[in-house]
């Protein structure tokens, strides 16, 4: 499996500069630790506002606030060393108007020293998007379905399975690309627009859920390591940490509840004594306490 060849952190000119000559492999990251482990596989990693969905149990993305992104932007980017790292703008804080856009991503980009950002939407965004890379943010789009209208959509549909949707999904990457964005996420996109897209612009598509047509793929972390309860039928899992998790935790309560845990390897003595430890105390011969009910 590659490693970056590049001994210093990607840049957005990198990521593009990959279509048509590698597949372009990224994932969500919301914390240091998982994001130090990726960054040796990936290309860029994304700080999604699926956090407020995966970390903090919302519903949808819509609660989700720019000091959430910052705070685990920050994280992300202390763990990752390589990838860049793209920030989610999340609702709320770049539609009114590109001047507020420029406003909270030039935030994102101080307090978190990450290397771009993500917008969702397509032609309407045409316009911020030109603002913002003018100004030295740069942009990746996201378009197809975008999780922040779900109140407008109705529900986390596939867009463009009829032919009648796709002259304005089309025209969605074309304005983003001519823009200046870097790459766009191509989200649950029916497989043959996604190719079309993929054809048409110069700049990488990155798809979820939408073929591997696209230039590039990225998916949830959570979800493709078999941690998230529900997924989409998009979603591979490449593990069962769920199933791995649990396992731990009970093992770790059985070894409590019957005083196997700490032994003394995990235990402290004084510095001067030398005599054997004391035997447990009497508690240790309780019965245990039935678990999990
Ligand atoms: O927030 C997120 O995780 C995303 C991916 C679906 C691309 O935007």
Known sequence: MSLHPMSRRLMAPDITAMKRVKPIIALTSYHAHTAAIADKYCDFLLVGDSLGMVMHGFETTVPVTLDMMIMQGRAVVRGAKRALVAVDMPFGSYEESPSVAFRNAARVMKETDCGAVKLEGGRRMAETTRYLVDRGIPVMGH?????????????????????????????????????????????????????????????????????????????????????????PKFVKKFGAVATAIEDAIRAYAEDVSERRFPALEHTYAMKDETEERPSPSPQVTKKPKKLGT
């Open 143 to 231: 378009i197809g379905l975008t999780p922040q209208s779900i109140n407008v959509i109705g529900g986390f549909k596939t867009q463009g399975r009829t032919r009648d949707q796709w002259a304005a999904i089309e025209e969605d990457a074309r304005a983003l690309a001519d823009a200046g964005a870097f790459a766009i996420v191509l989200e649950a996109l029916a497989t043959p627009l996604a190719a079309r897209i993929t054809e048409q612009i110069a700049i990488p598509t990155i798809g979820i859920g939408a073929s591997s047509a696209c230039d590039g793929q990225i998916l949830v972390m959570e979800d493709m390591l078999g941690l998230s309860p529900r997924v």
